[in-house]
């Protein structure tokens, strides 16, 4: 049984007038996605810079965000719920096509080893903060635990949760070129 995780907290710090360091926000962060069809599935888009280098006091545009892909020489911090997978295959393509059908319009998506296969030009750090998944490549597969780190290299790649309970994954998104 999946179990819902709490919302993704977002503290931002910034220089008040005097130019002393303070929190500016503490709140939930707002640009969150669910999706209908697969219950527990959560997309937290937490920030995003639109430029390297980021330029320090720019406000946070996660909201304007679309697709999966960073912006053009810029980056996101994405945190995702991922509620177990059915057991039964076609429901469980049903569920995770329909989460990544509006996705996939700036990546090329290929489903045949999971249905969640895709592949994007960027470099990705990908943080298990709760529960595990598996990293899916085309050839081989390995489980990730909470506090693994995986360094995601523009390759074709899927995320299985085949445990019981919900997996919740960091990943900060780098625009990058072959």
């Given at each position: 049984?999946?179990?819902?995780?709490?919302?993704?907290?977002?503290?931002?710090?910034?220089?008040?007038?005097?130019?002393?360091?303070?929190?500016?926000?503490?709140?939930?962060?707002?640009?969150?996605?669910?999706?209908?069809?697969?219950?527990?599935?959560?997309?937290?888009?937490?920030?995003?810079?639109?430029?390297?280098?980021a330029?320090?006091?720019?406000?946070?545009?996660?909201?304007?965000?679309?697709?999966?892909?960073?912006?053009?020489?810029?980056?996101?911090?994405?945190?995702?719920?991922?509620?177990?997978?059915?057991?039964?295959?076609?429901?469980?393509?049903?569920?995770?096509?329909?989460?990544?059908s509006?996705?996939?319009?700036?990546a090329?998506?290929?489903?045949?080893?999971?249905?969640?296969?895709?592949?994007?030009?960027?470099?990705?750090?990908?943080?298990?903060?709760?529960?595990?998944?598996?990293?899916?490549?085309?050839?081989?597969?390995?489980?990730?635990?909470?506090?693994?780190?995986?360094i995601?290299?523009?390759?074709?790649?899927?995320?299985?949760?085949?445990?019981?309970?919900?997996?919740?994954?960091?990943f900060?998104?780098?625009?990058?070129?072959r």
């Open positions: 049984m999946s179990e819902t995780l709490p919302p993704i907290r977002r503290i931002v710090t910034g220089d008040n007038a005097q130019g002393r360091s303070c929190i500016v926000e503490d709140a939930p962060a707002p640009a969150v996605r669910t999706v209908a069809e697969r219950p527990g599935y959560r997309s937290v888009n937490v920030w995003r810079t639109t430029q390297t280098p330029p320090i006091g720019a406000p946070d545009s996660s909201l304007e965000h679309k697709g999966i892909l960073p912006p053009k020489n810029g980056n996101i911090l994405r945190i995702i719920d991922f509620p177990p997978e059915p057991k039964d295959p076609a429901e469980r393509e049903r569920r995770i096509r329909a989460t990544f509006g996705m996939f319009h700036d090329t998506h290929d489903g045949r080893k999971h249905p969640g296969m895709h592949l994007t030009e960027t470099v990705d750090y990908a943080i298990v903060l709760e529960g595990e998944i598996w990293s899916v490549m085309d050839e081989g597969e390995t489980l990730m635990k909470a506090g693994d780190v995986l995601q290299r523009g390759t074709n790649h899927a995320w299985a949760n085949r445990s019981d309970k919900t997996a919740r994954i960091a900060v998104l780098i625009d990058g070129k």
